[in-house]
């Protein structure tokens, strides 16, 4: 009751509430995504490019956020095209990217001049200081998203279920590729307010996992899954401000902690039903 009472009185925990919300609704649709056709370290890899982008917004004194997304869509598309054209292997590629992301971050924010900003929000999250420019910046990329999945749903749930049928049927799976690359780089920009760079593999995993237990139709598995991204979001928020500790970490702990619950009571249930 203490954190409904605040959120009525101060912006800042209605913010992050919204926060929370807007990031369920991306981590739900594209996790599925994300899990379905295995690319969870791909969209790593994309996530720790966005500190080069974070590093360059504050060498050229501009918005980081806006430089994260510059760069993860640069990073995104340049995987798929290299994948896509040289046959690399993604582990390789991943690696590179990750590492060379994270290392033009440090350059730029070394040769950033006076005292080196503070990008602990960004690395680990800070949904409690989330504003007013973050949310419109994360509505207008959810919304984007959003919609782009809905309108292509059939398109996407060919592709996942069956790549080279999908091509078969006349859809353009290049096309369906790159996009989802650059949906993965709006999606890992909507969330790094809210945990961060680090832990933003957690929400795009956890949730679409835990809902894959009990279901295995995708539209279902979508609902199911931005369910638990907001209701991981809102109790991770709360146990945050209750007991004063890091938001990013307290929404991926429960995330992790709900996962291994999960699969508990889902083995005991297969083994009281194999008995």
Known sequence: MTLLSSILQYQFLQNAVL??????????????????????????GIAHTAYGGIGLGYFLGFEPILG????????????GFMHRKTQSNPDVLIGLFWSVGMALGILFIAFTPGYPPDITSYLFGNILAVGQSDILLMGTLTAIVTL??????????????DEEFTSIRGINVVFLEYLLMVLIAMSVVSLIRVVGIILVLALFTAPPVIAR???????KLMQVAVLLGAGFCFFG???????????????????????????????????????
């Open 19 to 44: 926060a929370g919300l807007l990031a369920s609704m991306v981590c739900g649709l594209m996790g599925v995504i994300i899990t379905e056709k295995k690319m969870v370290m791909m969209s790593g």
């Open 68 to 79: 994260a997304f510059f760069v993860c869509a640069l990073a995104a598309l340049g995987m």
């Open 148 to 161: 782009t999945v809905a309108a292509l749903f059939n398109q996407w749930k060919s592709y996942l279920f």
């Open 213 to 219: 237990m009990f279901t295995a139709d995708l539209k």
């Open 237 to 275: 928020l709360w146990i945050s401000y209750e007991l004063n500790l890091a938001s990013g970490a307290s929404i991926v702990l429960l995330a992790g902690i709900s996962y291994l619950l999960a699969s508990a009571v889902c083995a005991l249930f297969r083994k009281k039903t194999a008995s």
